[in-house]
C-alpha cells in the first residue's frame, strides 16, 4: 500500500532557519519539495566530489585490513581521501614506470649485462660498436670474416650481434658499410643490471604503498566514511536552501516539504513545542507527490521486483502485494525442477549467514526456490530425472497427481486468464480510485463479457443449462456489456463519441487480449526446456563415462556437476526475467497502471555505509 502524504509549509525567521534546518533533519522525515531542479554550481562540485570519494569507499572495502604499531599520520576524512588518491596516482605511475622498464629489460636480455662506460670509451678512441640483429636463417659466417662482427646470442629464430667500425673522422653514418638484411637496434643507455635494478626499486615502491592502503583500510575505514557522509550531508543542506524562497524583504524563510501520515507525530509536536508558524495540507491532483510503500512482510519482498519497472503514483494502487504471489508462482513455473528449487534454498540460507546486507534479497530466493520445488513437485521433476515415467515404487500412489505436458499447457493458460482478469478488477479500482467510478463502467463491461460469457458456455457444457436457457444468458450479458462497452465508457462525452471510442476499444481489447493470453505460454516453454536440459545432461554423463571402477563415477559427477550448474544458471535466467515481463507487460497493463511516482527520500541524517 502507499502511505497518504501530507504538505507541509513551514514559515521560519531567517536567524533562526539554519537552526531550524538542523533540527527538522535530525527528526528526518520531511521530504522537501523540489521546485528548482538544477543543482547550483557548489552543488554539482560535491556531487562530483561525492562520486570520488564514494569510489574511494568501494576499494577501500575490497582490501584486507593490516594493522601496524604505527598508526597512519592522517587526522580527517579529508585527509585520508587526499592520501588515498595520491597513492593511487603513484602506484598508476609505478605501473606504467615499470611496463616501460620490463620493455627496455626485454630489450636488453639478448645482449647479456654489459657496462655502457666501456662502449663510450670505445667511441672517444675511435672505435664504433653497432647493435644489430637479423633473422638467424639469413646470418651469415662471411659477415664475421668479412667485418668485425661478433655474433652475442640468438633468441626466438633472431640473430643479434655486434659491428665494429673504425674512423677517423668521427664515424659518420654515411660511411659506414651496411650489412644486408640486417638491422641496427639502438637500446636503452643503461645496462641490464641497473634495469633491473630500477624495476625492483620500485615494485618495493609499489609494495610499500600497497601495504599503506592496507594500514589505511584497517586505521581510517571510519573516517573515510565519515567524510562520506559528511558531504551527503552539505549537499543535502545546500538543498534545502536551494529549495527555500524568502518573503518580508528576507526577513522569512519558507519550505514545503512531504511527510508522510505515518511519520508526521514527532514532527508535529517538534513544531507546536517551538511554535514554528506552518501549514498543512492534502495533497492536490497536480502535485508530485513523493511515494512511500509500506508492505507485509512477505510483499516488501518484491519491491525490489517493482523498483526495476517505475513507483505508482500517490493515486493509485501499489501493486507490489498483487503481483508477488503470481511472480513467485511463475518462477516455479518456468524453472519447474523439485532438485534445484533445494539448491536455490540451500544457497540462499547459507549466504544470509556471509552477506547480512543482502538478506531481503536471498529471502526472495528462498521463496522463489519454495516455488520451484512445488512445481518441480507438481510436474515430476527432480534434477533432470523425469519421475512420472520412472519405475519408483514408493511413487505409484503419487503420480496420479503429478501433471503431464498437456495439462502443464492449459494450467500455463488458465493461470494467464485470471492474472489477467484479477488485474482488470483492480484497474477498476484504480479508474475510481484516480477518476471516479464512472470512468471505470467500460472496463466492468469487459469483465461481465469475459466472465459471464465463460461462465455460460462452461455451465453449458457441463449440462447445468440448456442450449435456450444458455443462448438467452449470452444474449443479456452481451447486451449489458456493450451497454457498458460502447455507451457508457465515458461520462462526460456524447453518446456517439462513446460508441466511436466502445467500437475502437473493442478492436484494441480482441486484438490486445488474445496476445496477452498466448504470451503465458511462455511460462509452459520455460518449464519443458529447463526439464529437457536436465535431462539430456544425464543422458550425458551415463554415455560418457569410461567403463572404469573410479574413472566412471567421477568423470559422470564432473559432467552432472557443469550440465546441471549451466541449466541453473541459464534456465534461472529466464525464470527470472520473464516473469518479470509478464508481470510489467499483461499484468500492469490489464490493471491500468501509471506510474510516474518518485521515491520518499526525507531530508535526514545520511545512512551509514556497512561493510
Known amino acids: ?82 592520501r588515498l588518491k595520491q597513492i593511487e596516482k603513484e602506484l598508476e605511475h609505478n605501473f606504467h614506470l615499470v611496463l616501460q ?59 643479434y650481434f655486434i659491428k665494429l667500425e673504425k674512423d677517423g673522422n668521427g664515424f659518420p653514418d654515411d660511411k659506414f658499410e651496411e650489412l644486408t638484411d640486417a638491422e641496427e637496434v639502438f637500446l636503452p643507455k643503461r645496462s641490464l643490471s641497473e634495469i633491473n ?37 552539505q549537499i543535502a543542506e545546500e538543498n534545502a536552501l536551494l529549495q527555500t524562497t524568502e518573503e518580508v524583504e528576507g526577513k522569512v524563510k519558507v519550505l514545503e516539504g512531504w511527510v508522510p501520515e505515518s511519520k508526521k507525530d514527532d514532527l508535529d509536536a517538534y513544531l507546536e513545542e517551538n511554535q514554528v508558524l506552518f501549514a498543512k495540507e492534502e495533497p492536490a491532483d497536480e502535485d508530485k507527490v513523493p ?31 498483487f503481483f508477488a504471489p503470481f511472480y513467485m508462482m511463475f518462477f516455479g513455473f518456468a524453472l519447474g525442477d523439485a532438485g534445484y528449487g533445494l539448491f536455490i534454498i540451500l544457497a540462499a540460507t547459507l549466504a544470509k549467514r556471509k552477506l547480512p546486507s543482502m538478506r531481503s534479497v536471498l529471502s526472495l530466493a528462498q521463496w522463489l526456490g519454495l516455488a520451484t520445488v512445488i512445481f518441480g513437485i507438481l510436474t515430476g521433476t527432480f534434477f533432470g530425472i523425469d519421475l512420472i515415467n520412472s519405475e519408483i515404487p514408493w511413487l505409484e500412489k503419487y503420480k496420479d497427481y503429478m501433471v503431464n505436458t498437456d495439462e502443464l499447457f492449459n494450467l500455463a493458460i488458465m493461470v ?105 505460454i511462455r511460462l509452459f516453454a520455460l518449464g519443458v526446456s529447463s526439464a529437457i536440459l536436465g535431462l539430456v545432461f544425464n543422458s550425458m554423463a551415463l554415455s560418457m563415462k569410461p567403463d572404469n571402477v573410479i574413472l566412471g563415477p567421477l568423470v559422470m ?31 500492469y497493463k490489464n490493471a491500468g497502471f501509471t506510474g510516474g511516482g518518485k521515491a520518499y527520500k526525507p531530508f535526514a541524517e545520511p545512512a551509514k555505509t556497512s561493510e
Not at 199 to 226: A, F, G, P, V, W
Open 416 to 520: 494467464g486468464v485470471f492474472q489477467i482478469l484479477f488485474g482488470m478488477v483492480l484497474k477498476v479500482i484504480n479508474i475510481s480510485r484516480t477518476k471516479g467510478f464512472l470512468y471505470s463502467v467500460s472496463v466492468i463491461g469487459w469483465l461481465i463479457l469475459i466472465i459471464g460469457m465463460g461462465s455460460v458456455t462452461g455451465m453449458q457444457k457441463a449440462g447445468v443449462l440448456t442450449e435456450q436457457i444458455a443462448g438467452t444468458l449470452q444474449t443479456v450479458v452481451m447486451i449489458v456489456a456493450g451497454i457498458l462497452i460502447l455507451v457508457l465508457n465515458n461520462p462526460k462525452r456524447n453518446i456517439f463519441m462513446n460508441i466511436g471510442a466502445g467500437l475502437w476499444d473493442v478492436y484494441n481489447m480482441i486484438t490486445s487480449l488474445l496476445g496477452d493470453v498466448l504470451s503465458y
Open 557 to 587: 559427477v564432473i559432467i552432472l556437476v557443469i550440465g546441471h550448474g549451466i541449466t541453473i544458471f541459464m534456465s534461472g535466467l529466464g525464470a527470472f526475467v520473464h516473469p518479470i515481463r509478464l508481470t510489467f507487460v499483461e499484468f
Open 1 to 82: 500500500m502507499i502511505i497518504p502524504m501530507y504538505k507541509y509549509s513551514f514559515l521560519v525567521y531567517h536567524s533562526a532557519y539554519k537552526d531550524f534546518l538542523k533540527d527538522i533533519r535530525n527528526i528526518g522525515v520531511v521530504h522537501i519539495n523540489e521546485k528548482i531542479k538544477e543543482p547550483t554550481t557548489e552543488m554539482q562540485e560535491d556531487y562530483r566530489h561525492l562520486t570520488e570519494v564514494d569510489k574511494a569507499v568501494t576499494r577501500l572495502k575490497t582490501l584486507e585490513p593490516e594493522k601496524i604499531d604505527k598508526k597512519p599520520d592522517l587526522k580527517t576524512g579529508e585527509e585520508v581521501f587526499n
Open 101 to 159: 622498464k620490463e620493455k627496455d629489460q626485454k630489450q636488453m636480455l639478448p645482449w647479456g649485462n654489459f657496462d655502457w662506460s666501456l662502449v663510450n670509451k670505445l667511441r672517444d678512441h675511435g672505435i664504433n660498436i653497432r647493435f644489430m640483429s637479423c633473422p638467424s636463417r639469413k646470418y651469415s659466417l662471411s659477415w664475421e670474416e668479412n667485418y668485425f662482427v661478433r655474433l652475442i646470442s640468438e633468441v626466438d629464430g633472431y640473430s
Open 291 to 321: 511515494v512511500l510503500l509500506k508492505n507485509n512482510k512477505f510483499a516488501r519482498l518484491y519491491e525490489i521486483i517493482g523498483s526495476l519497472y517505475d513507483l505508482p503514483n500517490h493515486k493509485e494502487l501499489d501493486l507490489t502485494p
Open 197 to 233: 635494478a630500477e624495476i625492483d626499486r620500485i615494485n618495493k615502491e609499489t609494495d610499500t604503498l600497497n601495504h599503506e592502503l592496507h594500514q589505511i583500510k584497517y586505521y581510517c575505514s571510519d573516517m573515510l566514511k565519515q567524510y562520506h557522509l559528511d558531504i551527503q550531508r
